[in-house]
C-alpha cells in the first residue's frame, strides 16, 4: 500500500536555526514527490515538484532532496514567517491523485 | 491571475440536509481533484474529474457523495443527509494535465454539521 510517513509532527525552532523535515515514502512507480505549505484556515500552497532521486530544489530559505526512499525539506536560518505546517505529498500510478503525510508543524521564535 | 476558487468558504447544515460544494478551477485547468481533512488528520484524495467524466473516484465513500464536473461551470461536490462525521474541510485543486504536474488548491470549504 501506497504511504508518506512525515517527521517530526512538531518542531519549534528560534529564528536563525536551521533544521531538516523528513518525508519518506512506500509507493509503487513514483511519478512526482511534491511538497506543500499550508497556513491556518488556508490552502495547500506548492513548493517544489521532485521527479528522481538526486534531484534538488531551492527556493529563498528552502531546499528540498529526494532519494529512493525519502525527501528532506531543509530550512536554513528560519524566520517567523516560516512557521506553518508542510506537507509531503507523492503521486504514483496512472492517476493524478496525490496521497499525503501528516505534515509537519514548524513554529519559528523570533 | 486568479486561482483555484471554492465556494462558500463556510457551512453549516443540518444532519439529515444536502451540502453541495463549488470548485472553479485555475482558468485552462481541465483536471480537477477532490480531497477531505477531517480534524487531526491529514488530506485524503476523494475524486478526480476531467470535464464531464469521473476518472477515480477510490476515495469517495460509496453512499451518499457525489461528484460532478460539467462541461460550462465549477465542479460540484454534492453530499446528501449529511452525518456529523461529514465535518470536515473540503479541498478542490486543479491542474493543467496528469503528468507529474503540481495540483494547485484553493482555499476550502469548511463544513460543519449541527
Redesign the interface.
Known amino acids: 500500500e501506497d504511504q508518506v510517513t512525515q517527521s517530526p509532527e512538531a518542531l519549534r525552532l528560534q529564528e536563525g536555526e536551521s533544521s531538516s523535515l523528513n518525508c519518506s515514502y512506500t509507493v509503487s512507480g513514483l511519478r512526482g514527490l511534491f511538497w506543500y505549505r499550508q497556513d491556518p484556515g488556508k490552502g495547500p500552497e506548492f513548493l517544489f515538484t521532485l521527479y528522481s532521486a538526486g534531484e534538488e530544489k531551492e527556493k529563498e530559505r528552502l531546499k528540498a532532496t529526494l532519494t529512493k526512499k525519502e525527501s528532506f525539506l531543509h530550512i536554513t536560518a528560519p524566520k517567523p514567517e516560516d512557521s506553518a505546517t508542510y506537507l509531503c505529498a507523492v503521486q504514483a500510478g496512472n492517476t493524478g491523485k496525490l496521497i499525503f503525510g501528516q505534515g509537519t508543524t514548524l513554529q519559528v521564535k523570533p | 491571475n486568479a486561482g ?1 476558487m ?1 465556494n462558500p468558504r463556510h457551512l453549516v447544515r443540518r444532519r439529515g440536509q444536502e451540502a453541495r460544494l463549488r470548485c472553479s478551477p485555475v482558468k485552462g485547468h481541465s ?1 480537477v ?1 477532490w ?1 477531505r481533512q477531517l480534524p487531526e ?5 476523494m475524486v ?1 474529474l476531467q470535464k464531464e467524466n469521473i ?2 473516484e ?2 469517495m465513500p460509496k453512499e451518499r457523495f457525489s461528484a460532478e464536473f460539467p462541461k460550462e461551470g465549477p465542479s460540484i461536490l454534492r453530499i446528501q443527509q449529511v452525518v456529523r462525521g461529514d465535518s470536515a474541510a473540503y ?1 478542490c ?1 486543479s ?1 493543467p494535465r ?11 470549504t469548511r463544513l460543519s454539521i449541527l
Open positions: 483555484v471554492q483536471h481533484y480531497y488528520e491529514g488530506l485524503k484524495f478526480y476518472i477515480d477510490s476515495g479541498f485543486a491542474s496528469t503528468d507529474n504536474q503540481p495540483q494547485h488548491f484553493g482555499d476550502g
